[in-house]
């Protein structure tokens, strides 16, 4: 155990810990903070897998942007919505898990039946010692081989702004 | 005007005759008694012809409790005093708060202090006492304040009801300037509705007035308008003297017209710095403080205290000014008018300051008149209307000055307005400086001891912050009968619920500062 | 924001006004005077909390005649106790206790006004801060005496 | 990963080192801008500001400290415990990672990673979490409400500092604050680049909560704004992140348009420090002579001139450096 | 042998109690100099109150210039005006909102006794704060001219430190 | 070098396949929009991270799964500003942001 893998152990946990708090927890608020706390362990896990650049795009748009607009989405309706407690019944609870269980397995299945054979092995790390995919490259990739996609989310992204727009627009009418 | 209102409203009520009263001795022109079944025809009557509830005034003849509505004009000088008797063992009278809105707070006012319930008021409930209270403060007898009522008086629950969101401004905030509580019913930034909810600075300034005698109460005055104590005090000074005809020497009055034009200024001053530390900017604050206390440089050698003055005497001054005071004063007016563009640099043309106070808050003509605002909010809502030119007092009447309105009755005109009221005071001082005549400041003929003859006085003067109307009842006695206060602040803040309305928080307190309140005025 | 240029060139202009204001101030002098090293001039009018004035005739004795006026007049109360005696081979009364609850008292000056004897006037005591409010409660007599002394 | 591998050796001590150098610093700064806040807004209103504690009232911010060490550890009824505890500890995570990464001078940098300018402005928007924390769990409305108005302002002003930077990414072709340093050896970009600079400058303000940009704490509104229910050491974390805050928003302003540690005579930190002071005393100077903006024109001034200006200056950047 | 605080109070022994008692100190002598007051304006005297804070007089120069608006941040509430009773209760919580060491400092007559709002049969005032809780320093008059809030500010320090910095003022009877 | 902890492909598969399992049963656990929509972020967490890790371990040579991973948080970062939208909406008209409560979606 050197001081990487105490590190890596740490993020590995957090995540975990933070999907699970961003499921089960009773208030919205930490769920989000469940959420936040996964993202940031994930964003670790990128460092360990060698690309600081995705890390930091990580937090830049899941915890910069995504979790900040659900955070403020919380805080304008929370104050007023205070009813309901997050927790349902242990039912409810049973058959989440059963659902999600079921779709796992039958996920993996699936994924296992098609391409079960095809799946690749991973190359032992150790073959493969310099692994830089650097920012430059994936750039590179975005406007070569990927230029479509990248068109395409850029697309989406616009339509989603226009339609966020629009959705402003509609409930100030509203009002 | 007061013939024709004589002959229209004689018209109206018939039976009742319509007296004409003498206006210099009693402040009203005509007076009528209604019975409670006219009250509301009568409103409407005045609500018609432009008329504006001035004062509405409960007092206790032991035999019989009286309501005095004072409706007064905007555009010409016509005061009318219509009163009301009703049984004192069970009060109730008709609401006119529909037909005037500022009767709304006036009437909850009466119903604490007095116990008469109202008509078709809709919310009955405490504005200034609290519920550890068990009688009712201005009636002459104690009496005991029921259960009942009790509960009726403390029905409005701030709070209650689901999915609403209560914010408290107060009773301590540091954009309140004092103790005011405004209960603020929110949808996210938005207010859906503004609740003020008062007395928690009320200091028993109408009772105290029937436990003193007239030179007693004076120092009670500066300390209703803490900021403004020298109008105050000229108020109540030249009210009682026109109760006993006592004549007030030149060189007093204009040194009374100064003093409370200086006082004006510092008033004016400490809303500007107060005013804009609710928009966020402190510096002018203390930038404001330094010309205040300029003013308290020349005015405590002359009255002796730097806030709490109380320096007018029925029928003159405490003591006179001297030489230092007038060359001071002088360099201070100066002083002053260079600061005004630094003030106009920092403030008035600041992009930021404008556009926050641009808009917001606008008072239409209609609705001053129905709220009954008055001094700077309702001019910069844009009606002339200074009861220094209309009613002067002291030396008024002898000043060249005019009288700013605002074009567009938001918070910037309220600005300016007061801006350029300060330059005005500046011009009233020089003029009266000019004038200032020799002489002494004080009437030989003043009473040692003041018993004003029988009757009642219904006085106005313009205070920093509006109209403040001086009701007294005299019987006699060395002591009022009964004292009441028309504070401009009070009828100011009514109109804050609805300016409030559908805006910002940051614009409510915009707002609340553009009214300029100060507290133990409201709450007296 | 959405102004014209021109308007947005005004403001930009009257925000640097602004900033030329302050920064102005900033190499100006200060105008404060440090209480506990520096004090300015108390005017001689100040009204502060009232004393005991000698007798014009006699600068040995306090000019109260205990007529008690002070008391009736003053709005709040303040003036708890006047008492006094006639010595020997005067005409009227000197006070031998005058009790001031400064603490209720309001400055309004009525009862050097309106004092017969003109043996009130105000002092100059302008920093009066204490740790009990039965610090400010004075007997006038008692001061004049002490002051007499030191004098 | 092979560099977290050979962390254990004198890199790890370097950082443990510099941490420490940082956490010194943070403490310091702080100490020093308390003292010079008072300082520089009592003599715009022409007073003295501290002066009786300690020569020219240097001693102030100590004392202020100490008592607020001193002061009873409160924890008022209803908060949501853990997000009322972690708030103030989590406000500190964005501070001390920036410091890591800003350059103070050619030899004094924690690390320079290839990824600089981003992990700044990744880390930044954790503090609105910290906010958010802090405004939910204590239970106050004043605090819920400049918890909601902090959030806002964060999603609006994070995209034209965003969008004011990367031109000069763009120039520099780095993410690493030291490149971009470097590249500015001749003219400073602040020389290319005024809008950037303006445009950064005014959403850094407004980054930090300052006036005219200070509607989460607006004194006038809010009371104190999402820290209205701490006191003691706890209010003093928050301070001392609002303090450390501006520090950093002046620094990078000054590492990536003024030139960073660059100047003649003297030696690198000295230049660095002293164009960063003058970064922050600009700051105050805002704070003491403008009223507070409302929250619809703070929205408007980041929506529609901010962004929409800083596209149009990534646009003509881009143009230009392709031809 | 540490030296803390301006005055170079010393550590010299490591014994328990008594490093205890020399951190107090220092603690009381960092506490006196760093008074930050609640805004918190009653009536009159509340303008009196920020003159004080202003250019003339500058509270801030003895580092008790920093008002803060919530009570959670404040060590000194200075009552500055007339306390109704539907005020009262509010004070009350405001005081214990605050945390401690704590001071209240009643300023003008009406916050000491009542001041001139006191008369047979009133209904509605606090007779003296220091009927709802506990008053450290008194400043009288109606209202005290800044100066002599000054002298309250210094008269607390006195009480929180034991000794006094300025020479204690001159009585002008 | 293999046996370091962080260079197991294992791991971080199974973290994926974790936030999905979380995510998907979040999505049916959760009561309001807003915590299904947390859930839903968890479940493209887990797509982003498997990506990346795939990449690192089994094509190394080029940035394919980098990529996609970047193209995913663009599709979260618009999935979620319009849900958010919506569901701002859907409180303004029903006051509440229940998700089995919504029976009816026209009007």
């Not at chain 6, 998907?24 to 890790?53: D, F, H, K, P, W």
């Amino acid at each position: 155990m050197n001081l990487g893998e105490i590190i890596f152990l740490i993020t590995v946990v957090a995540t975990l810990g933070g999907a699970a708090m961003a499921v089960l927890s009773g208030s919205i608020v930490y769920a989000l903070l469940g959420l936040v706390a996964a993202m940031f362990g994930i964003a670790g896990l990128y460092i360990f897998l060698n690309s600081p650049f995705l890390s930091m795009m990580q937090i830049l748009i899941y915890v910069g942007a995504v979790s900040v607009l659900i955070a403020f989405a919380i805080m304008l309706i929370g104050p007023l919505y205070r009813k309901p407690k997050e927790w349902t019944t242990v039912g409810k609870f049973v058959a989440a898990l059963g659902v999600a269980l079921v779709s796992l397995f039958t996920f993996v299945r699936f994924v296992m039946e098609t391409f079960g054979d095809t799946l690749p092995q991973g190359v032992p790390l150790a073959e493969s010692p310099s692994f830089k995919i650097t920012t430059k490259e994936i750039g590179r990739l975005f406007f070569n081989d990927l230029v479509l996609p990248f068109e395409l989310i850029s697309l989406l992204v616009v339509v989603a702004i226009l339609g966020a727009i629009m959705l402003a627009l509609f409930s100030r009418g509203n009002k | 005007m007061v013939e024709r209102i004589k002959a229209e409203l004689g018209a109206t009520l018939k039976e009742t005759p319509v007296g004409e009263a003498d206006y210099r001795e009693r402040g009203y022109h005509l007076f009528a008694e209604v019975a409670s079944a006219d009250l509301l025809n009568v409103a409407r009557f005045f609500d018609e012809r432009g008329f504006y509830l001035a004062a509405l005034i409960c007092v206790d003849y032991k035999e019989y409790l009286e309501l005095v509505y004072i409706f007064s004009n905007h555009a010409s000088l016509c005061k009318v005093k219509i009163t009301l008797k009703i049984d004192p063992a069970k009060p109730v009278a008709p609401t006119i708060s529909t037909v005037f809105d500022c009767a709304y707070w006036h009437e909850r006012e009466i119903r604490e202090f007095f116990g008469v319930s109202f008509d078709g008021h809709p919310n009955m409930t405490y504005l200034f006492l609290h519920e550890g209270i068990d009688f009712y403060p201005l009636r002459k007898e104690k009496i005991p304040v029921s259960d009942e009522d009790k509960k009726a008086l403390g029905a409005f629950r701030p709070g209650e009801g689901e999915d609403t969101f209560f914010v408290n401004l107060g009773p301590q905030h540091p954009s309140t300037h004092g103790v005011l509580r405004v209960v603020l019913k929110m949808d996210g930034e938005y207010i859906e509705d503004a609740q003020p909810v008062l007395g928690y600075l009320h200091r028993m300034h109408e009772k105290m007035a029937e436990n003193r005698s007239y030179l007693q109460f004076l120092p009670n005055t500066g300390r209703m308008d803490y900021l403004g104590p020298m109008a105050f005090n000229l108020g109540y000074v030249t009210a009682v003297e026109r109760l006993c005809g006592i004549p007030v020497p030149d060189r007093a009055n204009y040194v009374r017209v100064i003093l409370t034009e200086l006082n004006r200024l510092s008033s004016h001053l400490m809303w500007l710095g107060a005013y804009l530390a609710d928009l966020g900017a402190l510096t002018p604050f203390l930038f404001v403080f330094d010309d205040r206390e300029e003013i308290n440089d020349i005015l405590e050698p002359v009255t002796g205290s730097r806030l709490t003055y109380c320096y007018f005497r029925f029928g003159g001054l405490y003591n006179d000014v001297d030489d230092a005071f007038v060359a001071g004063t002088r360099a201070f007016i100066e002083r002053l008018r260079s600061r005004f563009s630094l003030y106009e640099k920092l403030v008035g043309g600041n992009v930021i300051f404008t556009n926050r106070t641009r808009g917001i808050g606008v008072i239409t003509k209609e609705r001053a008149r129905k709220q009954a605002v008055s001094g700077p909010v309702l001019r910069g809502a844009g009606i002339p209307m200074d009861i220094r030119k209309s009613e002067p007092c002291a030396a008024y009447g002898e000043m060249d000055f005019d009288v700013p309105v605002g074009t567009r009755g938001d918070a910037l005109d309220m600005y300016q307005v007061r801006i350029r009221e300060m330059e005005n005071a500046l011009n009233i001082i020089e003029q009266a400086l000019a004038r200032l005549p020799e002489g002494p400041i004080m009437t030989e003929k003043a009473p040692r001891k003041l018993k004003p003859p029988k009757g009642d006085l219904y006085h106005t003067v313009e205070t920093p912050r509006g109209e403040l109307g001086i009701y007294i009842v005299s019987d006699e006695s060395d002591k009022p009968y009964r004292m009441k206060w028309r504070v401009p602040s009070f009828s100011n803040l009514m109109i804050f619920p609805e300016l409030a309305k559908g805006n910002l928080l940051a614009d409510a307190v915009a707002i609340l500062g553009s009214l300029d309140l100060v507290i133990p005025e409201i709450d007296r | 924001m959405t102004a014209s240029p021109s308007a947005f060139i005004k403001g930009a202009g009257s925000l640097i006004a602004g900033l030329g204001v302050t920064i102005k101030a900033f190499f100006q002098p200060v105008v404060t005077s440090q209480y506990p090293r520096q004090l300015l001039n108390i005017s001689p009018r100040f009204r502060s909390h009232t004393k005991l004035v000698a007798d014009r005739d006699n600068p040995e004795k306090n000019g109260c005649i205990a007529c008690g006026i002070c008391v009736r007049n003053c709005p709040s109360g303040s003036i708890k106790k006047v008492e006094g005696e006639k010595r020997e081979g005067e005409k009227r009364k000197t006070a031998t206790s005058y009790l001031l609850d400064f603490t209720t008292c309001s400055q309004c000056g009525i009862c050097v006004e309106t004092c017969p004897s003109a043996a009130l006037d105000f002092s100059a005591d302008f920093n009066l801060a204490g740790f009990k409010r039965e610090d400010f409660h004075f007997d006038l007599v008692k001061e004049f005496e002490k002051r007499k002394k030191t004098s | 990963m092979e560099q977290i591998g050979n962390m254990i050796g004198w890199e790890t001590v370097k950082m443990v080192v510099g941490l420490v150098g940082v956490l010194v610093f943070v403490v310091l700064n702080a100490l020093i801008l308390t003292w010079a806040e008072r300082k520089v807004a009592g003599h715009m209103q022409r007073r003295i500001g501290p002066k009786e504690v300690g020569p020219y009232g240097l001693i102030q911010p100590i004392a202020d400290a100490l008592k607020l060490l001193g002061k009873e550890i409160l924890t008022p009824r209803e908060v949501d415990k853990p997000l009322y505890y972690l708030a103030p500890m989590i406000i500190f995570v964005p501070v001390l990672v920036s410091f890591v990464v800003i350059p103070f001078d050619a030899s004094l940098q924690v690390m320079d990673i290839n990824v600089g300018i981003l992990v700044i402005l990744a880390f930044s928007s954790l503090s609105v979490f910290s906010i958010l924390m802090a405004g939910w769990g204590s239970n106050n409305k004043y605090a819920l409400i400049g918890a909601i108005r902090s959030i806002a302002q964060n999603i609006a002003y994070e995209i034209p500092l965003l969008l004011a930077l990367l031109p000069i990414i763009m120039m520099t072709n780095s993410f690493s604050l030291k490149s971009i340093v470097e590249a500015q050896h001749g003219l400073w970009f602040v020389v290319y680049q005024p809008f950037a600079f303006l445009i950064y400058f005014i959403a850094g303000v407004a980054e930090t909560n300052r006036t005219p940009f200070d509607l989460p704490e607006a004194e006038s509104e809010l009371v104190a704004g999402y820290h209205t229910e701490y006191s003691g050491m706890r209010f003093a974390l928050f301070f001392l992140a609002e303090y450390t805050n501006i520090f950093i928003v002046s620094a990078i302003a000054v590492t990536f348009f003024l030139g960073g540690y660059q100047g003649p005579f003297l030696p690198g930190i000295i230049w660095f420090l002293l164009k960063s002071y003058l970064l922050v005393f600009v700051i105050m100077w805002l704070r003491w002579t403008y009223p507070r903006v409302r929250f619809d024109q703070l929205l408007n001034i980041s929506w529609k001139a901010l962004i929409p200006l800083s596209f149009i200056n990534l646009l003509i950047t881009g143009g230009l450096l392709k031809l | 042998m540490v030296c803390l605080g301006e005055r170079g109070v010393c550590l010299e022994k490591e014994v328990f109690p008594v490093k205890f008692a020399v951190v107090e100190k220092v603690l009381d002598l960092a506490r006196a100099n760093s008074i930050w007051p609640m805004t918190f304006g009653l009536a009159c005297c509340a303008i009196e109150m920020m003159s004080t804070a202003m250019s003339r007089f500058d509270l801030d120069r003895f580092g008790a210039g920093v008002f803060r608006a919530t009570p959670r941040q404040a060590d000194l509430m200075i009552v500055s005006g007339t306390v109704t009773k539907k005020m009262a209760p509010v004070l009350v919580t405001l005081y214990e909102q605050m945390p401690s060491p704590k001071w209240v400092l009643a300023m003008g007559n009406c916050a000491i006794s009542g001041g001139p709002f006191v008369f047979e049969g009133q209904y509605n005032v606090i007779e003296g704060v220091d009927l709802l809780v506990p008053v450290d320093v008194y400043v009288p008059g109606c209202p005290p001219r800044p100066e002599a809030l000054l002298e309250g500010f210094l008269k607390l320090e006195e009480k929180i430190t034991g000794k006094r910095r300025f020479p204690g003022p001159e009585s002008r009877w | 070098m293999t046996d370091l902890l962080y260079n197991y492909q294992h791991i971080y598969l199974f973290v994926a396949l974790f936030l999905l399992f979380c995510g998907i049963a979040g999505v049916v656990y959760r009561r309001t929009l807003i915590g299904m929509l947390v859930s839903m972020e968890l479940i493209m967490n887990g797509a982003g991270l498997n990506l990346a890790a795939l990449n690192r371990f089994v094509s190394p040579e080029n940035g394919y799964g980098m990529a996609f991973t970047l193209i995913i948080m663009g599709i979260a970062a618009a999935e979620s500003a319009i849900a958010l939208g919506i569901i701002m909406l859907i409180f303004k008209k029903y006051r509440h942001i229940e998700g089995g409560d919504l029976k009816e979606m026209k009007d």
